[in-house]
């Protein structure tokens, strides 16, 4: 293998024994490829094709009138966090009608970082919904717009429905230090959980 490549990060380190598959998930245009792109220390894969006419009569573009590109597969990154952990994150498409590729990304998953728009948090039930039946933990960061409406925790906790336990922060998913600290808060959370299952067995 040439050195050259090894040296870039092209390639996960040899010393990395652990991999960890996260899912960066929401509604459609809410931030999932801009916040991949902004963690990953490779270039991401991006799966976006340019909306066309015919999507417009089944996406819904309320509040997004510039948006003229959407994921149709999946984005990926990587992220290594230590000599032997490396974090896998796939973003997924957010319209409905790609519920089946969310079933077929969710498979080893350990959990998800669910984004949301203060304008639009309806549109959050219905990931949210799928998480808990496939039995996924998640964390919700509010993606802050700009122009977006800011409202206190406690009432956003109770317009999303969210568990006291569930994890909810602010991000900016444009920004690398706001887009790392909600995916710690992510993984700080999924470690507690696993901790507490450990000392109940």
Known sequence: MDSALVSDGTYVRDTVRTSVKLLIVGHFAVGKTTFV???SEI????????????????????????????TVAMDFGRLTLSDD??????????????????????????GALVLADTRRLEQSFDIMGFLEEQNLRYAVAINQFDGSPAF?????????DLLPTTPLITCDARDRASSTRALISLVEYL?????KAARDV
């Not at 206190?152 to 999303?160: G, K, N, Q, T, V």
């Open 37 to 39: 792109g902004t963690l």
């Open 43 to 70: 270039r991401p894969l991006r799966t976006e094709e340019r909306m066309t006419q015919a999507g417009a009569l089944i996406d819904d573009l309320a509040g997004v009138p510039d948006k003229q590109t959407t």
């Open 85 to 110: 952990l490396v974090l896998y994150l796939f973003g997924t498409p957010g319209q409905h009608r790609f519920t089946q590729l969310w079933h077929d990304l969710s498979r080893g998953a350990l």
């Open 152 to 160: 206190p925790e406690e009432e956003l906790r109770e317009a999303l």
């Open 191 to 195: 470690v507690d959980v696993e901790k």
